[in-house]
């Protein structure tokens, strides 16, 4: 571990690897940061409660009550549910253009930015795959160029260079593609919902 701080050390050769690998880790860490704050805690909390107050005052025909909570609320599913409930007089074909013109707005917020991690944890791998050709290439020309006595040494800081930055790039990757996993999952949740109520609701109404 001390081996690959010092590596970030501007006197180590291949130290701009090691730069360039954390900040774009720290990019994807942000991207996934301001993700999970949305889709799990603004987006996915209270759903539950929500839900069984506003299908309580639409079994029981409370409308404006039902409106009421809704438009309370920013979850993405009580937008969908009281467009639906406003659009109650125009029919089924009615209910289903409001919700569908309410959904595309929202489901796409529910998975915006989520391909930027990827693309982060993408970039972190191939800057290290970088950082180890480099140190290859490192190598093999303390192999062809150096006096023997420094060669050791030389060969030594070759394979540092290879092996940490390609350490770090799997660092910075792999938990960016869990994060991916876990807020698509989330995303795909939600969005299910948001269909699945919607038509229950419109099912209902009709």
């Not at 942000?30 to 949305?38: A, D, H, V």
């Not at 994060?179 to 919607?198: A, F, P, T, W, Y």
Request: aromatic share 8%.
């Amino acid at each position: 571990m001390s081996k690959m701080l010092q590596s970030f050390n501007p006197e180590s050769d291949g130290w701009q690897f090691m730069w360039l690998i954390l900040v774009v880790f720290m990019i994807g860490l942000g991207f996934s940061i301001e993700r999970f704050i949305y889709i799990i805690l603004k987006s996915g909390k209270g759903r539950a409660k929500f839900l069984a107050d506003f299908g309580k005052l639409v079994s029981a025909k409370q409308y404006d009550q039902a409106l009421s909570i809704a438009n309370a609320t920013n979850l993405p599913i009580a937008k969908v549910m009281a467009s639906i409930v406003a659009a109650r007089d125009g029919g089924r074909e009615g209910m289903t253009a409001s919700s569908d013109a309410v959904f595309l707005t929202e489901a796409p917020r529910l998975t915006r930015y989520v391909s930027m991690i990827s693309v982060m944890a993408s970039i972190s791998t191939l800057l290290g795959l970088m950082g180890t050709i480099y140190g290859l290439i490192f190598t093999f020309d303390a192999v062809a160029n150096k006096p023997a006595a420094e060669r050791p040494k030389a060969l030594a800081d070759g394979i540092a260079i290879a092996m940490g930055t390609t350490l770090l790039g799997l660092l910075s990757a792999v938990p960016l593609l869990v994060i991916v996993g876990i807020l698509n999952m989330n995303s795909e949740r939600l969005i299910q919902e948001m269909e699945e109520k919607g038509l229950k609701i419109i099912n209902s109404l009709s």
